[in-house]
T-cell receptor, first 114, second 112 residues
């Protein structure tokens, strides 16, 4: 089954404790992206990757890191989480960059930073 | 940054009625997509309409695109309680490097 998986689905952590949210897709997609969703602010892009070893900042990259060492995986790293990073996070992938292809979304990771 | 372009922000209708949501944008686009999100879950793609298309259908969904008015509408006919969700439009605008940019969404509630 074609899908995007994220882990963990729920995470409660404390300020400053490094964490990684994993994202994996099995569709051989070139483009992958991370979003955060907050009430009233819609979906905001954090980082994206157009292919292996090619990543770029989205609209709200501060406090986040990413890597794309393999085509299928695109982990999101929070080196020193802060309470303002409490949010619902989504990983997405599509065949290529841009609006020509639909994006497939993971189920989401609900992160709470205390 | 992404700004809410959907209208209305929230819509409440009775089961069986039609629901219409609108999306506006400011600069030219190549494609416009509509997505649905059930509460707290990942977005699911509904329809993609290209800039040279005016209308597309998928089951009970009808999407129109008016590039002269820079707007699109999503019509859900004969709505069901299961259509209760948030609906987002996404556009690939040149001002954002042609990447897909999502609006803030319309919350649709269908009462049974």
């Amino acid at each position: 089954e074609a899908q995007v998986t994220q882990n963990p689905r729920y995470l409660i952590t404390v300020t400053g404790k490094k964490l990684t949210v994993t994202c994996s897709q099995n569709m051989n997609h070139e483009y992958m992206s991370w979003y955060r969703q907050d009430p009233g602010l819609g979906l905001r892009q954090i980082y994206y990757s157009m292919n292996v070893e090619v990543t770029d900042k989205g609209d709200v990259p501060e406090g986040y890191k990413v890597s794309r060492k393999e085509k299928r995986n695109f982990p999101l790293i929070l080196e020193s989480p802060s309470p303002n990073q409490t949010s619902l996070y989504f990983c997405a992938s599509s065949l290529t960059y841009g609006g020509y292809n639909e994006q497939f979304f993971g189920p989401g990771t609900r992160l709470t930073v205390l | 940054s992404q700004q809410g372009e959907e209208d209305p922000q929230a819509l409440s209708i009775q089961e069986g009625e039609n629901a219409t949501m609108n999306c506006s944008y400011k600069t030219s686009i190549n494609n416009l997509q509509w997505y649905r999100q059930n509460s707290g879950r990942g977005l699911v793609h509904l329809i993609l309409i290209r800039s040279n298309e005016r209308e597309k259908h998928s089951g009970r969904l009808r999407v129109t695109l008016d590039t002269s008015k820079k707007s699109s509408s999503l019509l859900i006919t004969a709505s069901r309680a299961a259509d209760t969700a948030s609906y987002f439009c996404a556009t690939d605008r040149a001002e954002y490097g042609n990447k897909l940019v999502f609006g803030a969404g319309t919350i649709l509630r269908v009462k049974s």
